[in-house]
Every structure is written in structure tokens, then in C-alpha cells.
């Protein structure tokens, strides 16, 4: 992490809610409470758009979506719009 690279092996977006904090300066709120333990894989890189890394965890989980409001992140499972 210290190159500007944080790597993760099974982390919960819990336990990356630190990281988030410090490299973005954004809170991590879950409106669906069970996606705070939802495990990933991958990397944080520090000089890149907050939104690349959302956009890549989103694709590992077609079952979670996010939107950023008033500096916090906010993942949620998919609001269905079935009529």
C-alpha cells in the first residue's frame, strides 16, 4: 500500500472501509446490512477515480450497486423495478 497499491485477498468491504477513508477521503454506508461482509479480491490503486474500483467490484457482483451521496459511499442490492 505504500506505492499507492493496495492488494486484497477475501477482504469483506467492511475491512476495506479504512483504505476508502484515507486514499478518498469517502464514508462506506451498506443500505443492504449483509453486503458490509460480502468477500473480494483485487486492488485499490490510489491515483486512479474511486469510481474504477466501485465499477470493478460491481462487475464481480451482479448482485450490488452503489451510488455516492454527500461523501459517503452507499452499497445497496439492486432496487427491482419490476411493474
Request: no cysteine; proline share 5%; hydrophobic share 35%.
Amino acid at each position: 500500500w505504500r506505492n499507492g497499491i493496495y492488494t486484497f485477498e477475501q477482504e469483506t468491504l467492511h475491512q476495506l472501509d479504512p483504505i476508502i477513508r484515507r486514499w478518498f477521503g469517502l464514508k462506506v454506508a451498506f443500505d443492504t446490512p449483509a453486503l458490509s461482509e460480502k468477500q473480494f479480491s483485487g486492488s485499490i490503486l490510489r491515483d486512479k477515480p474511486v469510481g474504477e474500483f466501485l465499477d470493478e467490484l460491481i462487475k464481480k457482483n451482479k448482485n450490488m450497486e452503489y451510488y455516492i451521496l454527500e461523501g459517503t459511499i452507499h452499497f445497496r442490492t439492486p432496487i427491482s423495478h419490476a411493474g
